[in-house]
């Protein structure tokens, strides 16, 4: 007995967004010597390349994972409305209190994406490149 193949589907996004890397939990000598020039008061940007993955069993009927289109619209309530040209410190409640690092980005938009799609345990990968150089990628709990 056979099992439908499983196949993982991406898309890809880009938007553009500022912040400064900043903790709560620490002080201001401490976070200068930890962050550097991105913990600048005045913040800096980035036009961040976001990946979603998702991993399933193609379906007979109609050859997709999901319908492409569908993703698409999910990405764009769960990423481009909530981060495109947003101040990600000030913007957004989720970032008041933890610093808004690319790696607590892509739990956020993990977590965002999950309340969006139509099956959310298809959700297998969400991969954010932050410059040319530094990517970070998360896959879940």
Not at 21 to 26: A, D, G, K, N, R
Request: aromatic share 8%.
């Amino acid at each position: 007995m056979s099992s439908a193949p499983v196949v993982y589907l991406t898309r890809q996004e880009q938007f553009s967004a500022c912040h400064r890397l900043h903790s709560p939990q620490l002080n201001d000598e401490e976070n200068l010597k930890l962050y550097g020039k991105c913990n600048n008061p005045h913040g800096h940007g980035h036009n961040y390349t976001v990946e979603v993955t998702l991993r399933g069993a193609v379906d007979p009927s109609t050859g997709m994972v999901m319908n492409i289109s569908d993703l698409k619209e999910c990405m764009d309530k769960a990423v481009m409305k909530k981060l495109d040209h947003k101040n990600l410190d000030k913007d957004l409640e989720a970032f008041r209190e933890i610093p808004s690092t690319t790696e607590n980005l892509s739990i956020f938009i993990w977590k965002e994406l999950r309340e969006v799609l139509p099956k959310p345990e298809l959700l297998y990968e969400v991969r954010i490149e932050e410059t040319d150089k530094n990517f970070v990628i998360y896959r879940g709990d």
